[in-house]
């Protein structure tokens, strides 16, 4: 395992792209089996661009899942990440990422041996891509460290008003007049972005997890973790990544950014409680060889005051964390 940044923003990169593939995937399938035909882009074509936005979604799934076994800050065993809720790490919504990483896996399975089987029943598995897709949102918006940003929420809005309204007017264009289509479908737009604005209010702690606790107000723990950093044309990025040793399951992130390698042109700070799910985000106040200072704010309104004493030997950090209201 490593601790680099680059593993970090790649799981991240690679789940958000993997879930809008998905996305495109599903509402392409919604138009081939509601017969949606257009003169200009012939039905062999749109199916050929949905097979292969299947193999993209696979691909992007999988570097997804590597990169989180790779990647020290949230270590994951093997086991963690194959079975449901054996993780300590959001328990509830990683289940569901597995979940529908798995399901994915057999949809592959029967895709590679569509023509060995009835197609009747093949067509009837193919529906679980939709089961998939719903999996794969409440888990992005669950466990996804960025679904609580607006940019993310407006993404999960668009995605799933689409789908929804995609479904809606797939089951119900035979059975009922256009007008009351396109109105069912509406409804369910509206509803499918209620939906998103719900989940991504609600906090990422679950009840299958019998220690989840709220956000400490105060305390001291030991932590340890890595200095990495990575240079680029317009300057270089230094990133601590610590986790509590002691009693304290937390998670630490510190971003510098410097363009002649001297002063600081901008600071991130990301503490997060693995427990509870809570987030704090903020800036640093101040940084040296020998700690740093900060403050964040949890999505609640409730700020910290973040500190830390640390020693540096070979890109390895080690000391004690302390937060206060």
Not at 68 to 93: E, G, H, K
Not at 139 to 145: D, Q, R, S
Not at 172 to 201: D, H, Q
Not at 270 to 292: H, K, P, R, Y
């Amino acid at each position: 395992m490593t601790a680099s940044p680059l593993d970090w923003y790649a799981a991240r990169a690679a789940g958000i792209v993997a879930y809008l593939l998905l996305t495109v995937v599903v509402l392409i399938g919604l138009t081939l089996s509601g017969q949606l035909r257009r003169r200009d882009w012939p039905r062999f074509a749109v199916t050929d661009v949905h097979r292969f936005g299947g193999l993209l979604v696979a691909v992007f799934v999988s570097i997804h899942v590597l990169t989180i076994a790779l990647d020290s800050y949230t270590p994951f065993s093997l086991s963690q990440l194959l079975v449901p809720l054996r993780s300590d790490y959001r328990p509830l919504w990683t289940a569901l990422g597995i979940v529908a990483a798995e399901l994915l896996v057999a949809l592959a399975v029967t895709n590679a041996l569509r023509t060995r089987i009835p197609y009747l029943w093949w067509r009837r598995i193919h529906i679980l891509n939709v089961v998939v897709w719903g999996a794969a949102t409440v888990h992005g918006i669950g466990a996804g460290t960025d679904s609580r940003s607006v940019w993310m929420v407006l993404t999960y809005i668009v995605a799933v008003s689409s789908v929804l309204a995609g479904i809606v007017w797939r089951t119900a264009r035979r059975r009922l007049a256009p007008r009351a289509v396109g109105g069912l479908a509406g409804a369910a737009g509206l509803l499918g972005i209620a939906a998103v604005l719900a989940l991504a209010a609600t906090p990422h702690s679950s009840a299958a997890h019998p220690g989840t606790v709220a956000p400490a107000t105060r305390f001291t723990d030991s932590f340890g973790g890595s200095l990495t950093r990575i240079d680029g044309a317009a300057g270089s990025m230094l990133s601590v990544l610590g986790r509590g040793t002691g009693t304290r399951a937390v998670l630490l992130r510190i971003d510098l950014v410097t363009s002649d390698g001297q002063s600081i042109s901008g600071t991130a700070l990301q503490l997060e409680d693995i427990t509870s799910g809570s987030i704090c985000t903020g800036t640093i106040s101040s940084v040296n060889a020998g700690g740093f200072a900060g403050a964040c704010r949890f999505t609640d309104g409730s700020s910290r005051a973040v500190s830390g004493v640390w020693r540096l030997s070979a890109g390895q950090l080690s000391g004690s964390l302390s937060v206060e209201a």
